[in-house]
């Protein structure tokens, strides 16, 4: 079966410092890689999503980077972090899934999340 | 034209009552519907989704209502329990878009069930 794997699950960073959050995926090969973010109270935000090693795309501007070294590997990154970027990420991994004949949409599946403070 | 409006914000209802859940789109080209159920300090998890050519589909205890005319769905939840307490999502995506599943997501419902 798949699973997803999300860490660090807590963290509490100063203003200025780099971050690093890490996912990988097991028993499935290819997947779509996605980071979102959701902030206190509100609903949750794609930050990037990956097709394929080393392919990322980025949904809004902002201070963070995403890498995807390895098939079933996502990270997200900063190099300095803002007050602004705290909140709870969210790696998610979907595949494709026919439907209709059409290449569609897969379900997604979210990892533990890891919970960003930055003070 | 990408946004999916949710609601309630949140939703306090007693154990063995209905809670629903609205959410509407003004995308016309969303084709898929899915409702996401997330617990506290958790990533979130499918529940049940639907696909514009059926009106209702129910699992359990949970039941989607689409009216594709009016672009709304709702999540009808009957005989809720305080174990469904949790926050919902509703989210809807396109169809053609590729290899991604970029899900647009509503805002969220907190489901609290008091005893």
């Known amino acids: 079966s798949q699973t997803i794997h999300q860490w660090p699950a807590t963290l509490v960073q100063p203003v200025g410092s780099p971050l690093s959050l890490e996912c990988t995926v097991e028993?499935?090969?290819?997947?779509?890689l996605y980071w979102y973010r959701q902030a206190a109270g509100r609903g949750l935000q794609l930050l990037f999503y990956s097709v394929g090693i080393g392919q990322i795309s980025s949904e809004v501007p902002q201070n963070l980077s995403a890498s995807r070294p390895q098939d079933r590997q996502f990270i997200l990154s900063s190099k300095k972090l803002l007050l602004s970027d705290s909140g709870f990420y969210l790696c998610?991994?979907?595949?494709?899934?026919?439907?209709?004949?059409?290449?569609?949409?897969?379900?997604?599946?979210f990892g533990e999340g890891s919970r960003l403070t930055v003070l | 034209q990408q946004q999916v409006k949710q609601s309630p914000q949140s939703l306090i209802v007693q154990k063995g009552g209905i809670s629903i859940i609205n959410c509407a789109y003004e995308?016309?080209?969303?084709?898929?519907f899915p409702w996401y159920q997330q617990f506290p300090g958790k990533g979130p998890a499918l529940l049940i989704a639907i696909r514009p050519d059926v009106s209702e589909k129910k699992e359990g205890r949970f039941t989607i209502s689409f009216n594709k005319s009016a672009k709304q769905f709702s999540l009808h939840i009957m005989d809720s329990q305080p174990g469904d307490s949790a926050t919902y999502f509703c989210a809807a995506i396109p169809q053609n878009t590729g290899t991604a599943s970029k899900l647009t997501f509503g805002t969220g419902t907190r489901l609290q069930v008091t005893l």
């Open positions: 995308n016309t080209a969303f084709d898929y």
């Open positions: 028993g499935t090969s290819n997947p779509n």
């Open positions: 998610a991994w979907s595949v494709l899934v026919s439907y209709g004949g059409q290449a569609n949409t897969g379900e997604l599946f």
